[in-house]
């Protein structure tokens, strides 16, 4: 498919390029670019350290390790060639590799990460921040490992491949990164071909279904046992403000995505805007509203942060909360606080203007 350059004159195709032809590496520029703005290929996720290696008797190397919100490892696997050459094979054993890895050893290599390059911070408390928790959970860590393969292109064989593993419950997707020339200009076509997004929701409908006749059921939350954990963790009043929410988020959004955690549930409304998903934010079960500013602003048109300091200025109208934006940290809204109609609404509205802005930008 053909990106096309659109002016009153006329439409004209771009001309397409390789990424060897435009002087890109894999590893030095291609690997460092998607490295700061991992959410362009895997949103929601965090990278905890790259040309990852530390098994024995094996000098293979992930390009990327991460951490996704679910606390499941992510193993992406990056390419430049036309074909995407073996990459399926390389990281299946990659994921293999790190399917036993504790959240110690996690933190362990995030740690070496953060030195290497020159970052303060204390690993642990980034990984837990990122998730959420207060404390380590062993049990909730790394119970699966999902694969993102990155190519300039995929061959037959491998897609067929890679469609032929998803089907058995293994998690791939596939993202093509084709660069084109723009005069002196290189634009950056980035789409998902596997699993295609109308059908994403579908297949884990799917794979829901097998998991439980198998009684092995890895994505437990529905509407139902979400609101039910509510009513349970906060009580009837908590339980109405979040029917409400949701009730709010479901006709502006593309789909609502039910967290898998086995012990704290999420609900995410998710906007498609463009060739984007944005997710607005996550309602958990234990009654905290989080708005993910560290990920959204690793969304291009937001990266400048002044629609994000907007957002937080329009989330601080809300009577009872603060919340300091240069703490860069996420949005944690209790709740209890929604119960009043007034703050509801704000929160509403401030939601609603920032849909508007996204689309406008």
């Given amino acids: 498919m053909a990106i096309l350059e659109l002016s009153k004159m006329e439409i004209q ?3 397409e390029t390789t990424f060897a032809e435009a002087g890109y590496r894999e590893r030095e520029d291609l690997q460092r670019l998607l490295r700061e703005k991992i959410d362009l290929i895997c949103p929601n996720t965090m990278v905890i350290t790259e040309e990852f290696g530390d098994w024995e008797e094996s000098r293979r190397r992930i390009d990327l390790l991460a951490l996704d919100q679910d606390a499941n490892l992510v193993v992406v696997e990056l390419k430049r060639t036309e074909d995407g050459g073996h990459m399926d094979l390389q990281a299946i054993r990659y994921a293999a590799m790190v399917s036993t890895m504790t959240f110690d050893q996690v933190v362990s290599a995030h740690e070496k990460y953060l ?11 980034a990984i837990l921040d990122f998730l959420e928790w207060e404390a380590p ?3 909730e860590f790394a119970q699966d490992v999902r694969i993102v393969l990155v190519s300039a292109e995929f061959s037959k064989e491998l897609t067929t491949a ?7 419950n293994l998690d791939i997707q596939c993202i093509r990164l084709k660069p084109y020339k723009m005069k002196d200009h290189l634009l950056l076509d980035a789409q998902r071909l596997i699993p295609l997004p109308e ?12 998991q439980a006749e198998r009684g092995q059921e890895a994505y437990p939350w529905t509407y139902d046992r979400f609101m039910k954990a509510v009513e349970n963790n906060l009580g009837k009043e908590a339980l109405r403000a979040a029917k409400e929410l949701y009730d709010w988020a479901v006709p502006k959004s593309k789909t609502i995505w039910w967290g898998k955690g086995k012990k704290k ?8 805007l463009g060739l984007r998903e944005v997710y607005p934010f996550h309602l958990w079960t234990d009654g905290i509203v989080a708005i993910w500013m560290d990920a959204l602003s690793r969304i291009p048109s937001l990266s400048d942060g002044i629609v994000l300091r907007k957002l937080a200025e329009r989330i601080n109208e809300i009577e009872g909360f603060h919340y300091d934006y240069e703490s860069r940290k996420r949005i944690r809204i209790p709740l209890p606080l929604l119960l009043e109609a007034q703050n509801m609404k704000k929160f509403q ?5 920032f849909r508007d802005e996204l689309q406008r930008i």
Avoid: F, I
């Fill in 13 to 15: 195709a771009l001309e």
């Fill in 115 to 125: 030195e290497r390059w020159g970052n303060a911070g204390n690993a642990q408390e």
């Fill in 137 to 139: 959970k062993e049990d």
């Fill in 162 to 168: 890679v469609v032929w593993l998803n089907e058995r």
């Fill in 199 to 210: 059908v994403a929701d579908y297949q884990v409908r799917v794979r829901q279904k097998e």
């Fill in 265 to 272: 549930g999420s609900m995410v409304p998710v906007w498609e």
């Fill in 349 to 353: 509205q401030a939601c609603e203007w």
